[in-house]
């Protein structure tokens, strides 16, 4: 036990108050561990930051620190990606010069370079327009095939130029249009061949068809797992909302987290530059498409009925989607509340008191196709 130094005894009673009060202070915050202490032989201390609400973000003082991209598919990380090319540097921009690659994308999540980085960048999108774009680059009418101007046959790439068997067959039967994909899950049917699409699509939205499309199999939850869950395993986050201005999150962590939002690619890339260091200058004229401005109307068209039956499939990815988002300690917290929010008009959520009651909504109409 500390004992009171005799000095502060009788003769100084206000001192000594002072001092027992400190002291009271100082092991109630060691109690609720809001100091690292890391006795001998203990793992290394993790980065820890409190972010609150502010006009700006921030990171961490990382001495050292290295950047690995995590890059979800179809969420813009192939434009983002193009900026680190030497041809696309700017005098003063220090993001550019960090070495992102290799990139944790798909299967290549390389252990080695994973385990080694301080910092993860992801680069995310809208869950639902995601998976959109991600039904459009797999489906095989929109591969272009044309002779290439040293006369051989080519094709704009997508994954739709790939697509076999049972996958080129869930497109063709199963869908056809993005409205009536949107349906899929919503149909009361009987019938053996929509009973077997409802389930095809059921395994779409869930990451759990790698035929059918990579980047639906390979979605934020898996990111998540390979990297958040596994680097940072006590990961701990919570909101404090006060008329939707002041927020709040406390974050201890072993990586830190930065954040890139694909409708707000260029202004996070430069405010992120600017906290490394950098004059925050970016070229941003370069935008890689896979010629989706050539896709055929019927495999991109939906009804807001549609859009909201695709936020319902989606709600477990949208919430891994925002937890992403929180975790990020670039964005401020005005920027996470305005990417929650237009989630939530997009996908008419804000329709309901509350989350949990759209998410019940959403269990309830699955359930009554299935009855």
Not at 26 to 47: C, E, H, K, M, T
Not at 107 to 112: D, L, N, V
Not at 189 to 206: M, T, V
Not at 282 to 311: A, P
Request: with cysteine; charged share 25%; aromatic share 10%.
């Amino acid at each position: 036990m500390v004992g009171i130094p005799r000095k502060l005894g009788p003769k100084f009673p206000g001192r000594r108050r002072r001092y027992i009060v400190g002291l009271s202070i100082l092991a109630v915050l060691v109690s609720r561990n809001l100091f690292d202490v890391a006795p001998i032989g203990s793992p290394p201390v993790r980065y820890e930051q409190t972010v609150r609400y502010e006009q700006i973000g921030r990171v961490l003082n990382i001495p050292n620190r290295t950047i690995m991209m995590v890059h979800v598919g179809k969420s813009g990380g192939s434009t983002f990606r193009r900026a680190f090319s030497r041809q696309y540097y700017r005098p003063g921009n220090l993001l550019q010069r960090f070495n992102i690659f290799p990139v944790c994308h798909m299967w290549a999540c390389q252990k080695p370079k994973l385990d080694s980085v301080t910092s993860l960048l992801w680069v995310v999108r809208n869950p639902v327009d995601r998976i959109i774009s991600t039904y459009k680059y797999g489906h095989p009418e929109n591969c272009v095939r044309y002779v290439n101007h040293n006369g051989k046959n080519a094709t704009n790439g997508i994954f739709g130029c790939r697509v076999k068997g049972s996958g080129l067959q869930f497109y063709k039967n199963c869908a056809s249009t993005l409205e009536y994909f949107a349906s899929l899950a919503f149909t009361n049917s009987s019938q053996h061949d929509e009973h077997r699409c409802r389930i095809s699509a059921e395994k779409f939205f869930g990451g759990r068809d790698q035929i059918s499309s990579n980047h639906a199999y390979y979605n934020f939850k898996y990111y998540k797992t390979t990297t958040i869950d596994k680097y940072n395993p006590v990961t701990k986050w919570k909101l404090e909302w006060n008329n939707e201005t002041n927020y709040n999150t406390t974050i201890i962590r072993d990586k830190e987290i930065l954040v890139v939002r694909n409708e707000h690619m260029w202004e996070d890339a430069a405010n992120l530059d600017i906290l490394l260091g950098g004059n925050g200058d970016f070229n941003t004229d370069q935008k890689v498409t896979h010629g989706s401005e050539k896709y055929h109307n019927h495999t991109s068209q939906i009804s807001v009925l549609g859009y909201k039956r695709l936020c319902c499939m989606l709600h477990e990815e949208i919430d891994v989607f925002e937890e992403i988002v929180h975790l990020a300690i670039n964005l401020n917290g005005s920027a996470k509340v305005e990417t929650v929010r237009e989630v939530e008009r997009k996908c008419g959520i804000e329709e309901y008191p509350s989350r949990l009651e759209w998410a019940e909504s959403c269990r309830e109409r699955l359930a009554e196709a299935l009855s």
